[in-house]
């Protein structure tokens, strides 16, 4: 009998160390679980992280492209500029002159230019006599003494102004009265 409690007693100390055994490797197996939740969420993160500057990035290079174009665009209209004042200048010498041939010719193919800059971007800067002087859209070269109906307003404009798109490339040159 003795042998067989002691058999009894070995097979409870077997039973209960291979419950122990089952715990520690459960507790084991879970620890593993979370240590792999764990690195796949760190993972998702750099993921996202990494994305998320991609894009960043493509859409900044995106932007600077078109400010690039935009750029190369303006130099090209400012050098042109020169042009459009020596048409506006040499049509109205021939508008005083009168009616001619040339002067339509002339005519044509200064709305031919104006057209085709425009159809890029290029546009006048409107601005006319009496307006209200504002220092964010011309620039006074000089102050004339006027009469009160043109007092803080433009009393002329010396040079046109321009813009690409919304940005002014050349503010247009006016004297305002005094």
């Known amino acids: 009998m003795e042998n ?3 058999k009894d007693k070995n097979i409870q100390q077997n039973a209960e160390h291979e419950i122990d055994n089952q ?3 459960t507790a084991d197996h879970l620890t593993e679980k979370e240590q792999l939740e764990e ?11 990494l994305f998320a500057e991609f894009e960043n990035f493509r859409k900044r290079t995106a932007r600077e492209r078109i400010e690039l174009f935009a750029t190369a665009n303006e130099d090209v209209m400012k050098s ?4 459009l004042d020596d048409f506006d200048r040499a049509i109205s010498q021939m508008e005083t ?6 002067l339509t ?3 044509l193919i200064s709305t031919k230019l104006r057209d085709n800059l425009s159809a890029k971007g290029l546009s ?11 220092a964010d859209i011309a620039e006074a070269i000089t102050q004339i003494p006027a009469g009160e109906e043109f007092k803080g307003k433009v009393f002329d404009v010396v040079e046109n102004g321009y813009k690409l798109g919304d940005k002014i490339i ?3 040159k006016v004297v305002i009265g005094q």
């Open 170 to 172: 050349r503010f247009p």
């Open 23 to 25: 715990g520690i490797e």
């Open 39 to 49: 690195q796949l969420a760190n993972e998702k993160d750099k993921f996202l992280r």
């Open 4 to 6: 067989e409690e002691l």
């Open 97 to 102: 002159l009168g009616e001619s041939e040339h």
């Open 105 to 107: 010719g002339f005519n």
């Open 124 to 134: 006048l800067v409107e601005i006319k006599k009496g307006d209200v002087f504002n």
């Open 80 to 83: 042109v500029l020169p042009v």
